[in-house]
Structure formats: C-alpha cells, structure tokens
C-alpha cells in the first residue's frame, strides 16, 4: 500500500512495517526536516481518525541515504519487545549493494571493531579493539559484476552505525554513491544500498514475519544489473 509520503509494507495493532524511500530520515534531527516517524503519525492518524497523539516508534534505524524496510512500534510494549529481539540478534537482515569493484572473495565475513567520531559522524574500522569502539560482523556474497562494478547481498550480524558501509570500504569497495566512505559520484538523497528483506518475530506471540522491500525504480539509471528483485 502506497501513500503520498511512505510506502507500507505490512501493518497490524502492533506494527507498521514501511519501505523507506532514500534521503528521509528514520528520526528528527536538527536539520528539522520530517521524518519517517513524522509520516507514520499522520498515517496512522487519518487512516484510524485519531484525534490525539498516536504513538510511534522505531525498532531500528537505517541512514538518510539507503531505503528499504524500516520495522515501526504501535505501542509501548510492541518497541520494548522488538528493542530486545534486535539487541539479541533474533532479526535477520539482509541488504543489497551495487559496490565499486568487487570484494576480495565471493563470499565471506567481515569482524572489525567500528569506533564512531559523534563529532563528525563518520565510523573507522579497526582489527583490534580500541577505547570506545564495538565489535561488528558482516556477512557477504556476490551476486553479479559487470562495469567494474558489483552486486553484493549482505547480512547484518550486529547491527553497528555505518557498519556495512564502513564495512565494504574496508574491503576496498565502498557503495556506489556513498560520498562519506568512498569516491562517489553524488546520486541526489540516496547510495545504492537497501535493506531488501527482513525475517522479525513479532512482538506479541513470537511468530516470524518476513518483510520484503523492493528496490528503488531509479536504481536502474545507475547499475548496469538486472534488479528484478
């Protein structure tokens, strides 16, 4: 289901699971630009003709510039409840990636120790631990290559600010776009990463629930891959 301001992908008395567009923010900031919350709140507003305050909350994030599905609380005990299936890591997520150049080996895992700089907000990667850094691993596998560049599929096994960004320019191929961790070029609000799936136990009985996000249509104007995903 598609509105003016969010694509939604699922929803029930417990969540709202939506396909995030590339260049929204997940959370306000001090930009003050809306956000997604800010979205899922008039949404939910209009749709159920609530009058008051209605409650939102992000179970995660992404950054500004990757889209896909985004998983957003109801309630109060709904967010508790998904804060602790993704703090375990009971959530499977996976992403996609057009890549410049191609990862070391087909397939592998990434373990480094990320420290983010709050002040610029940029993320370093480290073989060993330093003060204030936390450990993070990323799973990887080639899909395609083509132009010199790559399609990559990626699994988040912790889930670290920047990781899999941070991640890929560790191994020498940064996303494609991804001003901040590589050479670019610019492509307006977004990079070529989307978290395409997720498998979340929902928060009220525990059964799995898989969420699929397609890609963006203006990902085809910069990769030279099939993206009939």
């Known amino acids: 289901m598609s509105t003016d301001s969010l694509t939604v992908l699922y929803e029930d008395n417990h969540l709202l699971v939506v ?12 930009t003050g630009d809306p956000c997604l919350l800010d979205h899922a709140r008039s949404y939910l507003a209009e749709r159920y003709n609530k009058p008051g305050g209605v409650f939102i909350a992000a179970a995660h994030r992404l950054d500004r510039p990757v889209s896909g599905v985004v998983v957003l609380a109801r ?31 087909d397939s592998g895992e990434i373990e480094t120790w990320l420290l983010k700089d709050g002040k610029t907000n940029r993320v370093t990667s480290h073989l060993s631990a330093v003060p204030g850094s936390k450990r993070a691993i990323s799973r990887y596998r080639i899909l395609d290559r083509a132009d010199g560049r790559s399609l ?3 699994e988040l096994v912790t889930g670290r600010s920047h990781q899999l960004r941070v991640h890929l320019q560790t191994l020498g191929c940064p996303v494609v776009g991804d001003l901040r961790y590589g050479p670019g070029p610019a492509l307006g609000p977004r990079i070529l990463l ?10 009220i009985g525990g059964a799995q629930h898989e969420f699929r996000a397609r890609l963006p249509d203006a990902w085809a104007e910069h990769s030279p891959f099939d993206l009939d995903f």
């Not at 396909?19 to 001090?30: F, R, S």
């Not at 709904?78 to 150049?101: I, M, N, P, S, T």
């Open 19 to 30: 396909n995030k567009a590339a260049g929204v923010l997940v959370q306000g900031d001090a």
């Open 75 to 105: 309630t109060t005990k709904a967010a508790a409840r998904l804060a602790e299936a993704f703090r375990d890591g009971r959530v499977e997520k996976e992403y996609l990636a057009v890549v410049h150049r191609a990862p070391p080996q």
């Open 152 to 154: 990559v599929a990626l």
């Open 194 to 203: 989307h978290c395409a799936h997720m498998v979340v136990p929902h928060p």
